[in-house]
């Protein structure tokens, strides 16, 4: 931007013309900042043709001291720049006057320094640059400055240092209000930065402790981990709650640690027995003379482990009692937990320092109370299990004694037995005179009752010597088919008698020779089948002999009976069981049979299934390995 403030157009008849435009230094221009340019500082305009005289220049030059100069023009366009210290400076010479004065400026110009000529866009900083890089004597030298329009202006060089001055002044207050901006921030980072390492501290100090802490967890969970493996899978282990002691002692740190359980003392009365303890070196185990002390010592504290509460203790911070205690058991910290059984207080368990006091966290009383709890169970574990094996001892002692008496019932059972048998069959033959109808039929009851009788008197022996495992198998070569139809002679008479079909299906592929209890075998057979036709009223008997996968062979006994509910077949094998046990039971039977030929079956080491539908019969299959010589 340029502000005019004076403009002179010389113009003389027949002389070249002469255009004049000058602006106050002083004047005011628009602060430079650092991407303005030459365009925004006042120029002059002082143009005269180079046929102009040096006397009108001179004139000029003097009236108007703020020209820096004097453009010279030519029809075709700038001839060059002449600096008032040039111009004065060539007229000031020896002869100058007369060389010069009167005569056209063009001489001058000839003889004049290299014009700066520098575009408008130029920054102030470049424009500087350019002119303080000229040779010495040029370096105040004003510039010639090109505009757009094909129109040059004159720029003094100290107007270019003052803009350029004030550019400095410009950026050095920018600067300050830089710096002093830079100094708040760095003030408020440092700050943050304080308050942050502040945070950061805390945060580590914080994190450091909850690393500590869970640390600790760890160490507890794993020594509950592996004190509920060794309390809940032990069973008879005297190891097992000295392992758990010695878990604890390596996890909680602590100088020593002792579970006692309450007992009665002929003597002392109610006292707690040391009865484990586990200990750090340095420490030592508890002296045997204090294995077991009163109650009483324990002062009020055994009113808080009545009640089922936890207590902590330090040395200097309890009296009476307690202290006594304390000293005698060179304790300077304890931590003390029941252990009760159905809310009964039986024992304790402790954590105890005998150098320094420590303080119990909250961690060490949830571990204790936890392994308390674990040792409670433990004990009533092992003592529920004393009392079962007790019982089950006394169970096996009556259970042997039955079986005795049964057996020797029994066995007095049958000589009567035999002997009321023979006579009524003597009878019968008419060996003791001859007997009429009517008296006959009183001999076949006899006879009948003497053999279900004698059954029931085997069928008792046999399982009083099954269950006192007294049984011992005959096991003898015999022949499958030859077993088969001895008791087929037996039982297709009973079967037709009820209009029952009796079925037998051998298979080709048995063999001809097996080992084995053949009267055991026939008994579980004719067990089966007697079954079968007792609760069969209508249809078949089928009995079929076959081998099976696995090398083994067996029997199925399959009926067209009533069938055997499903929730009586889980216990029909058992002994006694019927599927019909009332009092006014259809059929009659001890419920020993099926028992006893399972028995029978485990101990030659096979198998037998049921498979039956209500109301559409009955198939028994049972599997026997293969002997043969």
Same mark, same amino acid.
């Given at each position: 931007m340029n502000t005019t403030v004076g403009l002179t157009e010389h113009m003389e008849p027949k002389r070249p013309y002469t255009?004049?435009?000058?602006?106050?230094?002083?004047?005011?221009?628009?602060?430079?900042?650092?991407?303005?340019?030459?365009?925004?500082?006042?120029?002059?305009?002082?143009?005269?043709?180079?046929?102009?005289?040096?006397?009108?220049?001179?004139?000029?030059?003097?009236?108007?001291?703020?020209?820096?100069?004097?453009?010279?023009?030519?029809?075709?366009?700038?001839?060059?720049?002449?600096?008032?210290?040039?111009?004065?400076?060539?007229?000031?010479?020896?002869?100058?006057?007369?060389?010069?004065?009167? /005569?056209?400026?063009?001489?001058?110009?000839?003889?004049?320094?290299?014009?700066?000529?520098?575009?408008?866009?130029?920054?102030?900083?470049?424009?500087?640059?350019?002119?303080?890089?000229?040779?010495?004597?040029?370096?105040?030298?004003?510039? $010639?400055?090109?505009?757009?329009?094909?129109?040059?202006?004159?720029?003094?060089?100290?107007?270019?240092?003052?803009?350029?001055?004030?550019?400095?002044?410009?950026?050095?207050?920018?600067?300050?209000?830089?710096?002093?901006? $830079?100094?708040? /921030?760095?003030? /408020?980072?440092?700050?943050?930065?304080?308050?942050?390492?502040?945070?950061?501290?805390?945060?580590?100090?914080?994190?450091?402790?909850?690393?500590?802490?869970?640390?600790?967890?760890?160490?507890?969970?794993?020594?509950?981990?592996?004190?509920?493996?060794?309390?809940?899978?032990?069973? @008879?282990?005297?190891?097992?709650?000295?392992?758990?002691?010695?878990?604890?002692?390596?996890?909680?740190?602590?100088?020593?640690?002792?579970?006692? $359980?309450?007992v009665v003392d002929d003597e002392l009365g109610d006292c707690l027995q040391l009865m484990h303890q586990a200990f750090a070196i340095d420490a030592g185990p508890l002296p045997e003379s204090l294995s077991i002390f009163p109650h009483n010592y324990l002062g009020e504290w055994a009113d808080i482990l009545r009640r089922g509460e936890s207590l902590v203790g330090h040395i200097d911070e309890v009296d009476g009692t307690a202290k006594q205690l304390l000293i005698m058991l060179d304790i300077k910290s304890i931590l003390l937990l029941p252990i009760s059984k159905r809310e009964q207080w039986i024992g304790v368990i402790a954590l105890n320092e005998t150098a320094v006091k420590r303080n119990w966290r909250e961690d060490d009383i949830q571990l204790m109370q936890t392994v308390a709890r674990m040792l409670s169970a433990y004990l009533d574990r092992q003592q529920k299990r004393k009392d079962l094996a007790e019982a089950r001892d006394a169970a096996l002692e009556a259970s042997?004694?039955?079986?005795?008496?049964?057996?020797?019932?029994?066995?007095?059972?049958?000589?009567?037995?035999?002997?009321?048998?023979?006579?009524?069959?003597?009878?019968?033959?008419?060996?003791?005179?001859?007997?009429?109808?009517?008296?006959?039929?009183?001999?076949?009851?006899?006879?009948?009752?003497?053999?279900?009788?004698?059954?029931?008197?085997?069928?008792?022996? @046999?399982?009083?010597?099954?269950?006192?495992?007294?049984?011992?198998?005959?096991?003898?070569?015999?022949?499958?088919?030859?077993?088969?139809?001895?008791?087929?002679?037996?039982?297709?008479?009973?079967?037709?008698?009820?209009?029952?079909?009796?079925?037998?299906?051998?298979?080709p592929n048995l063999p001809p020779e097996l080992i084995g209890d053949v009267t055991r075998l026939q008994q579980i057979l004719t067990n089966l089948l007697g079954n079968a036709i007792k609760f069969t009223e209508t249809g078949y008997i089928k009995t079929t002999i076959k081998t099976f996968e696995n090398n083994s062979w067996g029997f199925q006994v399959s009926d067209t009976g009533l069938g055997i509910h499903e929730a009586a077949q889980a216990t029909i094998f058992e002994p006694f069981a019927q599927v019909d046990g009332s009092n006014t039971r259809e059929h009659s039977g001890t419920g020993l049979g099926l028992s006893i030929s399972k028995q029978l079956i485990n101990l030659m080491g096979g198998t037998i299934s049921l498979n039956s539908k209500l109301g559409k019969g009955s198939t028994f299959t049972v599997s026997l390995p293969i002997i043969q010589s």
């Open positions: 255009k004049m435009q000058t602006t106050d230094i002083a004047t005011r221009f628009p602060t430079p900042t650092e991407n303005s340019t030459i365009s925004i500082l006042p120029t002059h305009l002082y143009q005269v043709d180079e046929e102009g005289l040096v006397n009108d220049v001179e004139k000029t030059l003097r009236a108007e001291p703020n020209l820096p100069g004097v453009i010279v023009t030519h029809v075709t366009g700038i001839r060059g720049m002449l600096s008032r210290r040039k111009f004065f400076e060539m007229l000031g010479t020896r002869y100058g006057v007369a060389v010069f004065y009167k /005569r056209p400026i063009q001489i001058m110009v000839k003889q004049a320094v290299p014009t700066t000529t520098l575009h408008c866009s130029c920054s102030i900083h470049q424009a500087v640059s350019h002119a303080l890089s000229r040779e010495s004597d040029l370096v105040y030298e004003p510039i $010639l400055i090109e505009y757009a329009n094909g129109q040059y202006r004159m720029l003094d060089i100290y107007t270019l240092l003052l803009a350029q001055s004030q550019l400095f002044a410009t950026l050095q207050t920018e600067l300050k209000v830089i710096n002093a901006e $830079l100094e708040g /921030r760095v003030h /408020r980072r440092t700050s943050a930065l304080q308050e942050a390492n502040t945070q950061l501290y805390d945060e580590i100090k914080e994190r450091k402790h909850a690393e500590e802490n869970l640390q600790i967890r760890f160490r507890y969970e794993q020594a509950l981990s592996q004190s509920a493996d060794s309390l809940l899978s032990a069973l @008879d282990n005297p190891h097992v709650i000295p392992e758990t002691l010695d878990y604890l002692l390596a996890a909680t740190g602590v100088s020593r640690i002792f579970m006692g $359980l309450n042997q004694f039955k079986s005795e008496l049964v057996a020797k019932v029994s066995h007095e059972l049958r000589t009567p037995l035999g002997a009321i048998k023979g006579y009524a069959q003597l009878m019968q033959m008419e060996s003791y005179g001859q007997l009429n109808e009517k008296q006959n039929e009183p001999l076949d009851l006899i006879i009948s009752s003497t053999n279900y009788l004698t059954l029931l008197v085997n069928e008792l022996l @046999d399982q009083a010597k099954l269950e006192s495992q007294k049984l011992i198998l005959q096991m003898t070569p015999f022949e499958p088919m030859r077993m088969i139809k001895d008791v087929e002679l037996r039982m297709r008479v009973l079967a037709e008698y009820k209009g029952l079909q009796f079925k037998i299906d051998i298979d």
